[in-house]
């Protein structure tokens, strides 16, 4: 059974850093599409940033050369390093791996952008 369980979230100020990582376990194929979802209160859940195994990288527009996603595949991590954050990042941010056909998420890590 695949899991994955976030971590790194927290609260951070306005213009701060904050560096979420994300390990996914069980048998997994070596060729997926990693990445991170986030919804803030009363919001759809949208894309922020995916990678696929060979390292090729998307974003969203309004994230674009601040976030940066990465991953490890020999131990199947990703990780969203988040700078010059803004309150509109504030959100609950989840990973995402979908391999063979079949989607997982983790459970979520709250990031919070406030002064």
């Known amino acids: 059974q695949v899991q994955l369980v976030e971590s790194g979230g927290g609260l951070a100020q306005p213009g701060g850093s904050l560096r979420l990582s994300c390990a996914a376990s069980g048998i997994i194929a070596s060729t997926n599409l990693m990445g991170w979802y986030r919804q803030a209160p009363g919001k759809e859940r949208q894309p922020v940033a995916l990678?696929?195994?060979?390292?090729?990288?998307t974003y969203r527009n309004s994230v674009e050369g601040r976030f940066i996603i990465d991953r490890d595949n020999a131990k199947n991590k990703v990780y969203l390093q988040m700078d010059n954050l803004t309150p509109e990042d504030t959100a609950l941010y989840f990973c995402?791996?979908?391999?063979?056909?079949?989607?997982?998420w983790g459970q979520g890590t709250q990031v919070t952008v406030s002064s």
């Open positions: 995402r791996l979908i391999v063979g056909g079949n989607g997982y």
């Open positions: 990678i696929t195994s060979g390292g090729s990288t």
